[in-house]
């Protein structure tokens, strides 16, 4: 169904905006709203209409849109919300409509004689940057466009805006005209918009500052996170999962599994009482050999199962110089590996590190990342002033040694491989067995559905009292059991219901959960 | 001059403009003030006249400009462009005042441009004179960067005695005469209507508004002579605010203003910072509060206006009375001096709005802000009088800043030249002012959830200039201005963009800003802001927090109330305690003790004392807590640091104290990575949460002894030897020597600390582990409340959120500095005493324990101050110097308990070694001595192992291993005894004849 409506404003969106604005003279203060809504209906109602738009991506960079004023989608993350608001001139001569790029310029003689300080209206500028760690297949899910082999952007500008360096990406300045809407994002919400792509100066006060891509946006979605997913029986799908990333993997180990399945489960709960996922460190993870690839075989894995999902195979060389936490230089917001969507997997490898002096950046950068595992925060420096944000990163380590150098997790398991399975965790992507399209669907849904029931997962009464015995007894026979040992159980039982579609801890979820945590235990010495 | 002016008198009739002040005893023309005299200058008709007469040629004015014109020209209905003054004198044909030529009018007006040097018959001057359409002059022309007045009054257009006095001295060749021979009393009537005053009322009316200028000054007037603090008390009490009582009636019946004027002129400042709330406060003047926020750069003029008229009305009231200081010559020169001056009216305290409020119809609005400054620029020159010459004539042009913008002349305004394009600037004729760009972000408590902070810009001018630097927060009075950006300066091209920017009229340093930080660690009195006049006359920023509490919009000012309230509740200590950490359950007394710590006493240093102010006295209170491992120490540890100010969290395994570098090493045993990272002590002003301290390798810990006491860090490194200030309080956390706690042996020999450590902390708890049925159970619901309900229950009962409590906190660190009341300090004393008395008091023990030393004095103040700060209280009282004895009793009871007699000993932190432990050394050395003298080991000595066993045999109690090699080294140390071999083989022989 493609309507008039939709190929005029694919075609012009310019004109439709004009035809709008000549609809609504008189009511200058709303029409951004007005227009806002227009666009909407048209696209954003459903998938089918959205994807009639033009995706602004890696694949399509700015520079391929040889058109001016296109009509693009930008399905993108918030990076800084801190420029200055613009303001324009909404009404011009000859009742033409101002913003949205519109005569940007014009001669002198063309200003309007007498301009009403009512006239001006603000424009919500910020900086969008490609979802950092969104998986491939998530990306075709989304621009179910197909590629047409166009290449991509070799050097977009203002890398340092993106959180991972030297990735391939797209960065754009987006003018939301729409404010009321434009006040609720936020740093790392994941938005798509539409709107007319066209090239301007970043800062228009300074003629020397560099052009780059602007993005008038017509209307914006925020992805919401949690795309709810029918619960079917999922349940099956666990074992086969745990298998399945066991064998390809963690060289067969079904107990390192399940836990990366409960580790994978997680997400932040409450934040008064801090319930926020655990981290897991992976330890006895052996480091690569010299013919192996450099990425383990879990990297392929979960970046085909995740959404969102992201690698940092730390080094001396790169804490020491990269950024983990956003930084503000010079009034610009320079990004860090951590600014990353909400529902983002982080794997942080250590065996790539080696002996040597880590300075105060890299220490920096280790706490930041601490800081994100104890508390789902991040701070982002300012001059004179630090500002933290909210996270909600699943973190998991890969170490060589018995636990982690640089972070204290959650979770320790040690990995035990079955020997015939050792060239399991370091193999190159096309070696993996992938299963069909039908059961990866599945395995996704099931990590999508167990995430979100996450959220939801209970204890009953009964269940609590049971818990309460169960601690009272455990302390009289063994004095060394604390209070951390219960808070830590706690948690297990509650992501393992999680994992296993559960509403609420049973006393059954509580028992298995404790004989999991021994299993661990016993492997750690 | 002759004639004493009359302080009331009645020139000014209702209609009579602006500023006819009442001592307006000058000449005719003098007393035509603002409207009339640019009839009079422009007149082609009298061209004497055009020589502005007598405007304070002395005033040694460097830029010179008739700026009177445009409320006449106004009146004529001509059409004013935003600049009148200019147009008519550099557009002839606009108007019908314009000189034909400047020919003409060049010889004789021309000395009055060119400043001090009053003969130049030659038209070619090396220094490109001015011509003379330039040169008509006007006094020091109060010319704001701040304020792109529209209109332009001139500065003074008033007369004094005084002035004409100079005046006439200084150019009576200008001076058409009458103002010298008419005297002063019988001008005004005579002269005001004689004026020609054809311009109809609107004249006094602000540009395309209803407001009325003259009624406006009329009432600016009034206010500043007529504003009493009462008003204010009155207003504020309307509106809920509490109010500081007056010490007197009188006191609430000064005239404010006057007495801030006086003080203008004893000090030679020359800003009035204008507290506009007052203005809203005194009644007939409720409507120039609105005024004044919607039309600033008409209103404020005016103001500087009055204000000048009245400095000099009040001078010379003053001389009249012959107040000190203003007697005959004396006063003479003040008035002298005032009327060279410019004055500024800077208004402030408007409700501060967020930054991202602003929008577009805030234009040429006056508005308030707060925020941080991240960056300012270095003075820069800014142009306000550009100066021109014609290439072709030479006839030259100033031409002044108009709304940020200078225009160049397109062609030279001599009639008989009118060149086109030949008008080229002349730069050191320019004149310049200072001016500064700042960079002002948004505050975290204003930035919404989850977006980065916006930031503006800010331009400052002159006096303002480099008051506030990066780091300062501030808030700051402005006009917002939005002007159209061009694509290119180059070209005319212009984008419909527009950028915003704000012209600051006053800055406010917020004290309360550097929250977090403990004040008296700055320096005093290091920024000022220039200006003369506060809110009141003391309290200034106290009062202002509550001004701006009253908007009730500012987050931050909401929770302050909501501070203040939490502060008068009854059950505060409690809850505060409980609060902290409330996810570990009880230790009540533990957590009451960091409370404290939080809260901090106040810093004192002694003035009497050497340079620099003397000695410092800490006021930080360092707890350390012992004890089993799994007794959520850690999690206290990990809690603290998130809401101490400028927390720092440190685990004292392979930390070094200073420096922020750590290294990545593989441990020498498991062959593992291992991280070494820094303590840093470096949390100056806050918290240092330290885990693990019983791990840190002694050379930092030695760092340690300085830090908590000294409260520096000396640091030798590469050849660079510094003391870097550490003002912080140390949270330690520690576990026993054997993991567990050993209930039998004294605290010093259960943590493998230097007791001089150990008694720098001023509180010592011990954490013990005891596995109790019921307390489980408890202990389990906690948790399990904690963990798995729904809504998580924290507890049972109210809690504050963590960022209230850290703002709990961080408020009374930053507001709160009590001082001992007398009461407090006779109980502090009596505590002492009993403290100290309880080993002395004891009869049944022969020898004297010593149970409270000087530091433990130190520290019943510093915890009495804690509470005291933490009930919010100005002074300490009785009640916090009990629960601060309370409290070390407590921590005393746990610490300094000799396991052996069950008695209080600070000896045992202060030297390790407790008395009774001194009494069994000594007792073990004298049967060791007997058994070396008498018996077996005659002359051979005896093994090291046969004595110890003899030993225990003879004793009722177990002999300690340590405690033994202890008493042996001792004794080898005086030379009784010597010890050969080793290990096993030792053998203990006594020295002869020793």
Redesign the interface.
């Given at each position: 169904m493609v309507s008039a409506f939709l190929i005029d404003a694919i075609n012009n969106p310019t004109k439709v905006v004009q035809e709008l604005y000549e609809e609504h003279t008189g009511n200058i203060d709303h029409f951004p709203a007005v227009v806002a809504r227009h666009f909407s209906d048209v696209f954003l109602n459903s998938d089918d209409t959205l994807r009639e738009v033009l995706p602004l991506d890696v694949n399509h960079p700015p520079e391929s849109f040889t058109h001016n004023r296109s009509l693009v989608r930008f399905h993108g993350m918030v990076q800084d919300t801190s420029s200055s608001p613009e303001m324009y001139l909404a009404s011009l001569n000859e009742n033409k409509c101002g913003g949205w790029g519109i005569s940007q310029n014009m001669p002198a003689s063309e200003w309007p004689s007498s301009f009403d300080y009512c006239d001006l209206k603000e424009a919500t500028a910020l900086w969008a940057v490609t979802v950092p760690g969104q998986t491939d297949w998530r990306t075709e899910e989304l621009t179910a466009h197909s590629h047409c082999g166009s290449s991509s952007s070799q050097n977009a500008p203002q890398p340092h805006k993106f959180p991972v360096p030297n990735a391939p990406h797209i960065g754009v300045q987006v003018k939301i005209y729409d404010n009321e809407a434009a006040q609720s994002l936020k740093a790392t919400d994941v938005v798509t918009f539409i709107g007319i792509l066209t090239s301007e100066s970043l800062d228009s006060e300074d003629v020397s500052s560099p052009v780059v891509p602007s993005l008038h946006v017509l209307c914006h979605k925020v992805q919401s996170t949690g795309d709810a997913s029918p619960r079917e029986e999922l349940a099956t799908v666990r074992d086969n999962l745990i298998k399945w990333i066991a064998d390809e993997a963690l060289g067969g180990d079904e107990v390192a599994a399940q836990w990366l399945v409960l580790e994978l489960s997680a997400k932040v709960y409450t934040r008064t009482t801090p319930l926020l996922p655990p981290s897991l460190t992976l330890s006895r993870f052996p480091s690569p050999t010299a013919s192996s690839p450099a990425l383990p075989t879990l990297h392929h894995v979960l970046s085909d199962l995740l959404p969102q999902y992201l690698t940092v195979p730390l080094s001396l060389d790169l804490l020491n110089k990269e950024n983990f936490s956003p930084e503000s230089k010079d009034e610009d917001l320079h990004s860090g590996y951590l600014q990353v969507p909400r529902g983002t997997t982080l794997l942080l490898t250590e065996n790539g590190v080696q002996e040597g002096k880590l300075v105060e950046k890299g220490i920096m950068n280790i706490r930041a990342v601490q800081e994100v595992m104890d508390a789902q925060t991040l701070e982002y420096s300012f001059p004179f002033s630090k500002f933290s944000f909210p996270t909600d990163i699943v973190t998991i380590v890969l170490c060589d040694g018995r636990k982690s150098a640089f972070f204290q997790t959650g979770f320790t398991v040690p990995l035990e491989m079955k020997p015939s399975l050792k060239d399991n965790l370091y193999k190159p992507r096309d070696q993996i067995k992938i299963p069909d399209t039908v059961k990866l669907a599945a395995y996704r849904s099931f990590l999508a559905a167990a995430k979100q029931c996450f959220g939801t997962v209970q204890v009953a009464e009964e269940t609590s009292k049971h818990i309460q015995e169960d601690f009272v007894r455990q302390r009289q026979e063994d004095p060394s059991i604390t209070a951390d040992n219960l808070i830590h159980l706690m948690k297990v039982a509650r992501l393992l219901a999680a994992s296993m579609l559960e509403r609420e801890v049973t006393v059954d979820i509580w028992e298995t959960s404790k004989r999991l945590d021994a299993s661990r235990r016993k492997r750690s010495p | 001059m002759s004639s004493p002016p009359r302080v009331d008198f009645p020139t000014s009739d209702i209609d009579d403009i602006e500023m006819d002040g009442p001592p307006q005893d000058g000449t005719i023309d003098q007393s035509l003030s603002i409207a009339p005299p640019p009839q009079r200058l422009f007149l082609p008709g009298t061209p004497s006249a055009a020589g502005t007469p007598a405007r304070q040629r002395y005033a040694n004015s460097v830029s010179v400009t008739p700026m009177s014109g445009i409320p006449a020209r106004r009146a004529l209905g001509l059409s004013t462009p935003r600049r009148a003054p200019r147009t008519p004198l550099f557009a002839p044909g606009s108007s019908p005042l314009a000189f034909p030529s400047s020919s003409p009018a060049k010889t004789p007006r021309r000395r009055v441009a060119i400043d001090s040097d009053p003969t130049f018959p030659d038209s070619e001057p090396l220094a490109f004179p001015s011509s003379p359409t330039a040169a008509l002059a006007t006094p020091v022309k109060n010319r704001r960067g701040d304020i792109h007045s529209s209109l332009s009054l001139t500065p003074t257009a008033r007369r004094s005695r005084r002035g004409d006095y100079n005046n006439d001295l200084n150019d009576n060749l200008n001076s058409d005469g009458t103002h010298l021979s008419i005297p002063a009393s019988s001008a005004p009537h005579l002269s005001a209507p004689a004026a020609p005053s054809d311009e109809p009322d609107e004249i006094r009316a602000i540009w395309g508004t209803t407001v009325n200028l003259a009624e406006t000054m009329k009432l600016f007037r009034d206010f500043l002579r007529g504003f009493k603090p009462k008003y204010r008390a009155i207003h504020d009490r309307q509106e809920n605010i509490r109010t500081r009582a007056f010490a007197t009636p009188d006191e609430g019946e000064v005239v404010l203003y006057e007495t801030y004027m006086r003080r203008i002129r004893q000090t030679g400042e020359t800003n009035l910072n204008l507290d506009m709330i007052n203005l809203l406060s005194y009644p007939p003047c409720k409507k120039l509060f609105a005024q004044l926020q919607k039309y600033p750069q008409e209103v404020v003029p005016a103001m500087d206006q009055i204000l000048k008229d009245l400095m000099l009305e009040l001078a010379d009231e003053d001389q009249q009375v012959g107040m000190d200081g203003m007697q005959g010559d004396q006063g003479d020169e003040e008035i002298a001096d005032i009327m060279g001056k410019v004055y500024k009216v800077r208004p402030f305290g408007l409700t501060a709005v967020n930054m991202r409020d602003l929008?577009?119809?805030d234009?040429?609005k006056l508005i308030s802000i707060k925020g941080?400054?991240?960056?300012a620029t270095p003075v820069i020159p800014d142009m306000k009088v550009a100066f021109f010459r014609c290439l072709t004539c030479s006839h030259t042009v100033q031409v002044e800043i108009d709304r940020g913008k200078i225009e160049e002349p397109a062609r030279c305004p001599r009639d008989v030249c009118g060149t086109v394009g030949t008008m080229s600037l002349v730069h050191n004729r320019c004149e310049f002012a200072d001016r500064q760009v700042i960079?002002l972000?948004e505050?975290?408590d204003a930035?919404?959830?989850?977006?980065?902070?916006?930031?503006?810009s800010l331009s400052v001018y002159d006096e303002l200039v480099d008051v506030c630097k990066?780091?300062d927060r501030v808030v700051v009075t402005g006009i917002y201005r939005?002007v159209?950006?061009r694509?290119?300066?180059r070209q005319?091209?212009?984008?419909?963009?527009?950028?915003?920017y704000l012209d600051v009229v006053h800055v406010r340093l917020s004290t309360g800003g550097t929250l977090g930080l403990d004040r008296s660690t700055r320096p005093a009195g290091g920024d000022k802001v220039p200006g003369i006049g506060g809110v009141g006359d003391s309290a200034d920023d106290q009062e202002l927090e509550e001004q701006i509490a009253q908007g009730g919009l500012t987050r931050k000012a909401e929770l302050e109330a909501k501070l203040i309230d939490l502060s008068r509740r009854h059950d505060l200590y409690d809850l505060l305690a409980r609060s902290l950490a409330p996810?570990i359950?009880e230790m009540d007394d533990v957590k009451k003790g960091i409370l404290l710590q939080l809260f901090g006493g106040t810093n004192k240093s002694i003035a009497r004392g050497g340079g620099g102010g003397g000695p410092r006295y800490r006021g930080d209170i360092n707890v350390l807590l012992v004890g089993d491992?799994?007794?959520?120490k850690s999690q206290i540890l990990?809690y603290v640091h998130?809401i101490a100010p400028r927390g720092v969290y440190a685990s004292g395994k392979g930390s070094s104290a200073v420096g922020?570098?750590?290294?990545?090493?593989?441990d020498p045993d498991?062959k593992?990575?291992?991280?070494e990272?820094?303590a840093l002590v470096l949390s100056d002003g806050g918290v240092c949460c330290i885990d693990e301290f019983d791990k840190m390798s002694d050379a930092t810990r030695s760092v340690l002894h300085e830090v908590m006491e000294q409260q520096t860090v000396s640091i030798a490194k590469a050849g660079i030897i510094t003391t870097l200030n550490a003002r912080t309080s140390i949270l330690a956390a520690a576990n026993p020597v054997e993991s567990k706690y050993n209930v039998d042996l004294p605290i010093t020999r259960n943590i493998d600390l230097p007791p001089t450590l150990i008694s720098r902390f001023d509180l010592l708890y011990l954490v013990l582990?005891q596995?109790d049925?019921t307390l489980?159970?408890k202990?389990?619901?906690h948790?399990?409340?904690?963990?798995?309900?729904?809504a998580?229950n924290?507890g049972g009962y109210d809690v504050l959120?963590l960022d209230e409590l850290s703002a709990y906190i961080d408020y009374a660190r930053t507001n709160i500095h009590p001082v001992l009341s007398s009461e407090a300090s006779d109980e502090l004393v009596a505590s002492y005493v009993s403290l100290r008395s309880i080993g002395a008091s004891d009869p049944r023990s022969s020898e004297k324990r010593i149970t409270a030393t000087t530091r433990q004095l130190e520290s019943m103040i510093r915890l009495s101050e804690a509470h005291a700060r933490m009930r919010f209280a100005a002074h300490v009282e009785l009640q916090d110097v009990q629960e601060a004895c309370r409290l070390m009793r407590e921590a005393i009871r746990t610490s300094a308990m000799d396991p052996r007699t069950g008695k209080i000993d600070m000896g045992l932190l202060n030297t390790g070694t407790g008395v009774g432990q001194r009494k069994m050394q000594d007792d073990m050395r004298r049967e060791l001595l007997t058994m070396l003298d008498g018996g077996a080991g005659k002359g051979k000595g005896l093994k090291w192992g046969e004595a110890m066993k003899r030993l225990a045999d003879q004793s009722s109690i177990r002999v300690d291993a340590a405690e033994f090699s202890e008493v042996i080294k001792a004794m080898v140390n005086e030379g009784v005894l010597t010890v050969v071999g080793e290990r096993d083989k030792r053998m203990i022989r006594r020295v002869e004849g020793a």
């Open positions: - | 929008n577009p119809s234009t040429d941080l400054v991240i960056r960079r972000q505050t975290p930035v919404p959830d989850g977006q980065t902070p916006h930031t503006v990066p780091g939005s159209p950006v694509v290119n300066p005319r091209t212009m984008k419909s963009l527009f950028k915003t996810s359950w491992p799994g007794t959520s990990q998130k922020l570098t750590a290294y990545v090493t593989r498991s593992q990575l291992v991280l990272s820094g582990d596995v049925e489980d159970r202990l389990a619901q948790l399990v409340g904690l963990y798995l309900e729904d998580p924290t959120p």
